[in-house]
């Protein structure tokens, strides 16, 4: 059976509260989180078919998530969000195997397409 | 003649003769013959020479003839030698005998014994003469006296001018000095003086005018000279000496003159001559060093309203020099807008306060000059009040100022643009996170709109979630837009605390970036202080980067900074931001502040010292300090809080 759960992990949380609505809206699970640390300890990282990950945060960075993830041998397709128009990052964190790389603010469409490559993979 | 006659004559009580028309004697009555002892024989016709003293006869003859000659009376006096050998002194009176017809036809004569008349005579004049000689003894006795306490007084008179006199024998170079003279030049007054030994005690520069004087003295001309002498102590003694000579002896050139002993004079002439040079140089010192600092000096007397300025100060005023000075003149000059500041002034002088301000005048060809004047209370006119000043014309400063002023807040903009320039990820982070928010909250709103039957209560909630994430969006903007404004320094109450906020949510993505644990501690009650925010805000900033690029390095321990403000005691509100970084070396403390320090690599040292500076313009101090309970550093300024402000709500800008 198909992870369906998108985990949103945001330390903004306007994106926290912003985002899920609109998943929501299409007929998806979404799950907020405001850290790295808070989604690591959750129960949900079985479940998730989608990983929305904000790459700035306070504690652990998006990018050390993800890399914390391959090291549990999590696969969990991730979509990048970053406030930062930072482009050397971009290749480094979709060589990782990252499914996206989309910066603030981003258009519906951009998201759920790139939602929707990360639960076809997952 | 007649026996009767002859008998009559010889009877008469008188020694009685006659002669002949020539003279010749033709008879002697017997009184005279008796007293002569001769006969009339022995005395016809010219035997009666030897009856007169021969001392005598030669004068009695003569004036005998010369009354026969004339045919006149005379009478004539001679020693008559009597019987006994012996000479008594006779009056001998002759006239001649006429006939009818006025014809000499003889000469009667009578001789008068005169002897004990004479001795009377004598005896008187020997009397008189006596008497004469006490009187002029006694005379001179008195002028003796007088003359000796006319020379004490004399030698005194010398002694306390200090004068000697001398006399001076040209032609045998002899020379006479008074004991005060040879006092003056401590010689021995038994001394034997010439002009060779004189002239050993001349001071060998002045022995030229010494040498041409006598030279002229040799030619009559008379002696005014003021030499030195060296005596035998060494004492080195200014004289006067004059002279003339005296007429007396046209052959023998003599001079009589005087020798001061001017050298308590001369000292004291030289030190008031020193005195006034000083004088005249402090002046000119004085004249100069008010030229060369544009600088004048004035003075006040506040009751009577009359000012006397020194030359400069007409000078800076450009007004004639001489120009009487009063106060509705100063007015005139003022710039009309700095005429209440002075007139303030002029008012705390009169209270007795010591003013220091600036102001402006205008001069007469339309030139504006900044002035700085300072001035006190006399304390040495205590009457009433009298103000001693000094007015500088600082407008180069001033203009300088302005220039350095205008180039400094071109230099902050600068400055904080390229601060800011360096937030610049940090800022799209601010702007970009609520933008992410409000278009996937518009989204959401469209999609329940949209939906069949629309979800129209989540449509309201996401439409104002989109209105708050535009407002977030246009804060961060419009705190943006101030920080990178180039507008005029303000000077307004600023809340420090909230101008301290607001550059940390600036800052607050880049602090992140750099995983920076931010912890601020703001004092509640905290007064506002006069400023400007954008200023202000340009050196928190500054701060709060620096402690962020100072902590990128350190790995294995927290990056922790705190940002504080505090009230201390002496009424400044101080602001310091801690880091926990590589810390200052002691030997750079000094030198952070310093323009193009830096010990950064992509630096250009100037934020401190711009920092400092805008610090300083708002009367406060920025200090660095190495941490002394742990790594890392601190940096604080502090600056008065706004007095007049504190009590008034903030103003809150737009």
């Known amino acids: 059976m198909k992870r369906k759960l998108v985990s949103v992990v945001d330390d903004d949380e306007f994106v926290r509260e912003a985002l899920p609505d609109l998943l929501r809206s299409f007929g998806l699970e979404a799950r907020p989180f405001c850290s790295a640390e808070e989604f690591l300890a959750s129960d949900s990282l079985g479940r998730t078919g989608c990983l929305v990950l904000d790459v700035t945060m306070p504690g652990m960075t998006g990018p050390e998530l993800q890399l914390e993830l391959a090291r549990r041998r999590q696969d969990i397709p991730i979509v990048f969000i970053t406030a930062n128009s930072e482009p050397s990052l971009r290749p480094r964190l979709l060589k990782r195997g990252a499914v996206a790389y989309l910066t603030k603010p981003f258009s519906e469409t951009a998201i759920l397409e790139a939602i929707n490559a990360a639960l076809e993979i997952a | 003649m007649e026996i009767e006659l002859s008998r009559l004559v010889d009877a008469l009580p008188g020694l009685v003769w006659t002669t002949t028309p020539d003279g010749t004697s033709d008879f002697v009555n017997q009184r005279l013959r008796e007293y002569c002892g001769l006969t009339l024989e022995q005395i016809r016709p010219n035997g009666w020479r030897i009856a007169i003293h021969p001392d005598d006869l030669p004068h009695a003859q003569a004036s005998w003839y010369a009354f026969v000659a004339a045919g006149a009376p005379g009478d004539v006096d001679a020693r008559l030698r009597r019987f006994d050998g012996v000479y008594r002194r006779f009056n001998i009176k002759t006239c001649p005998v006429t006939d009818a017809s006025g014809r000499i036809v003889g000469w009667c004569g009578i001789n008068t014994d005169i002897e004990e008349r004479k001795l009377a005579e004598e005896a008187l004049l020997a009397h008189q003469l006596a008497s004469e000689r006490a009187q002029s003894d006694a005379a001179l006795k008195l002028g003796e006296a007088q003359l000796r306490r006319a020379y004490v007084h004399l030698a005194e008179a010398q002694r306390l001018s200090q004068t000697g006199s001398f006399t001076w024998d040209f032609s045998g170079d002899e020379l006479f000095w008074s004991e005060e003279l040879c006092r003056i030049f401590e010689l021995d007054p038994a001394t034997q003086i010439k002009i060779p030994l004189v002239r050993d005690f001349v001071h060998p520069q002045d022995l030229r005018n010494f040498d041409s004087t006598v030279e002229g003295a040799a030619a009559g001309l008379d002696i005014d000279l003021a030499y030195r002498i060296v005596t035998a102590s060494g004492a080195v003694k200014h004289v006067r000496a004059v002279g003339h000579r005296v007429e007396y002896n046209a052959d023998r050139p003599v001079f009589i003159g005087a020798v001061q002993d001017v050298t308590a004079a001369k000292i004291a002439e030289e030190a008031l001559r020193a005195r006034e040079a000083e004088l005249e140089q402090a002046y000119a010192f004085l004249t100069e060093a008010q030229q060369l600092s544009s600088t004048g000096s004035f003075i006040w007397d506040a009751l009577a309203d009359e000012e006397i300025w020194s030359d400069e100060l007409y000078r800076i005023f450009e007004v004639d020099p001489g ?332």
């Open chain 2, 323 to 654: 120009t009487k000075i009063n106060l509705p003149l100063v007015r005139q000059v003022v710039h009309p807008e700095d005429l209440p500041r002075v007139a303030a002034a002029t008012q705390q002088a009169v209270a007795g306060e010591e003013p220091d301000y600036f102001f402006r005048i205008v001069t007469p060809a339309g030139v504006v000059k900044h002035m700085h004047c300072v001035a006190h209370r006399s304390a040495q006119i205590t009457d009433r009040p009298m103000f001693i000043g000094a007015i500088q014309d600082v407008t180069e400063a001033k203009l300088a100022e302005e220039a350095l002023s205008r180039a400094r807040a071109e230099l902050a903009h600068v400055t904080r643009v390229m601060a800011l320039s360096a937030l610049t990820a940090s800022i799209a982070h601010e702007v970009n996170q609520p933008l992410a928010s409000l278009v996937t909250n518009a989204s959401t709103c469209v999609r329940m709109l949209a939906a069949d039957p629309p979800n129209l209560e989540i449509a309201q909630t996401t439409a104002q979630r989109t209105i708050r994430d535009a407002n977030r969006a246009s804060d961060v903007i419009r705190r943006l837009r101030a920080m990178f404004a180039r507008k005029q320094p303000a000077s307004e109450p600023v809340d420090l605390a909230e101008a301290t906020r607001e550059v940390l949510a600036l800052s607050a993505s880049e602090f992140q970036r750099a995983g920076i644990v931010l912890r601020s501690d703001f004092a509640d009650g905290l007064p506002s202080v006069r400023g400007d925010r954008i200023q202000l805000q340009q050196v928190i900033l500054n701060l709060v980067l620096n402690a962020t690029d100072a902590m990128r390095a350190v790995d294995g321990r927290p990056r922790n900074l705190l940002v504080a403000t505090a009230c201390d005691e002496t009424g400044q509100v101080r602001l310091s931001v801690r880091d926990e970084g590589t810390g200052i070396k002691p030997q750079n403390l000094t030198r952070l502040f310093d323009a193009f320090y830096t010990t950064k690599s992509e630096g250009m040292g100037i934020g401190l010292s711009i920092s400092r500076s805008i610090i300083q313009g708002h009367d406060g101090r920025l200090w660095a300090e190495a941490n002394d309970d742990g790594p890392g550093a601190t940096f604080s300024f502090s600056i008065p809080c706004d007095v007049a402000g504190s009590t008034e709500p903030l103003q809150k800008d737009a």
